[in-house]
């Protein structure tokens, strides 16, 4: 079970700040130790997220994000970002349409249209602009990274794969050292059905 995280008094002052009184906070965290994200209700019923980073990387990052890739999905199809305050890692972000896919008790042609409109999304992403420094290094990196994290996960899935599934992961891994020179994209969050 999840232990439930209070949202820090500085940052909820700080997002009042921008969104005026809010009358109730709900622990929107993944079920991941160091997730922690608040959704906020004002007086209207008008709704925030406050999400505060695990790192200043991951703060950087999605502030970047935010700021100049995620516009280039289009209004309305991701959340919007209204502030951010460096001294506590915070974001505070709309909140955007729709419901996490994997309660919706979807048929699989839904689903299909759901993957779809995932990889156009990611698509866009990706070409959204030119990569800075910092984008650029943190990109090439990634394949050799995926690579070594080939053993973590391994380690994590445990006995639920055979041997030659296994073997089969490492394989994969192994090729991807000496793949070369790809064309770069942003490096962005996981692509899961909730999100």
């Known amino acids: 079970m999840r232990q439930t995280k209070p949202l820090p008094t500085t940052v909820q002052r700080w997002a009042e700040q921008r969104t005026g009184p809010v009358v109730a ?3 929107a965290s993944h079920d991941w130790h160091r997730s922690r994200v608040w959704e906020l209700t004002g007086v209207s019923g008008a709704r925030w997220y406050v999400k505060v980073s695990p790192s200043v990387k991951f703060f ?3 502030t970047r994000a935010y700021r100049g890739v995620v516009p280039a999905l289009g209004h309305s199809r ?7 305050r460096a001294d506590d890692l ?4 709309t909140m955007a349409p729709g419901a996490p896919a994997p309660g919706m008790g979807l048929t699989s042609a839904a689903w299909r249209a759901v993957h779809a409109q995932a990889g156009m999304l990611c698509a866009r992403l990706h070409e959204a602009g030119a990569l800075d420094a910092r984008d650029r290094a943190e990109a090439a990196a990634s394949l050799a990274a995926a690579a070594d994290g080939a053993e973590k996960y391994l380690g994590r899935a445990g006995d639920r794969l055979t041997e ?7 394989d994969y891994a192994a ?6 020179p790809v064309p770069l994209g942003y490096i962005h969050g996981d692509n899961q059905p909730l999100h």
């Open 175 to 180: 090729r991807l050292r000496p793949v070369g």
């Open 60 to 62: 950087t990052r999605e």
């Open 164 to 170: 030659d599934e296994q073997q089969l992961v490492r």
């Open 90 to 93: 915070a974001l505070l972000l």
């Open 25 to 27: 906070v709900r622990d």
């Open 78 to 84: 991701a959340p919007q970002l209204l502030d951010s």
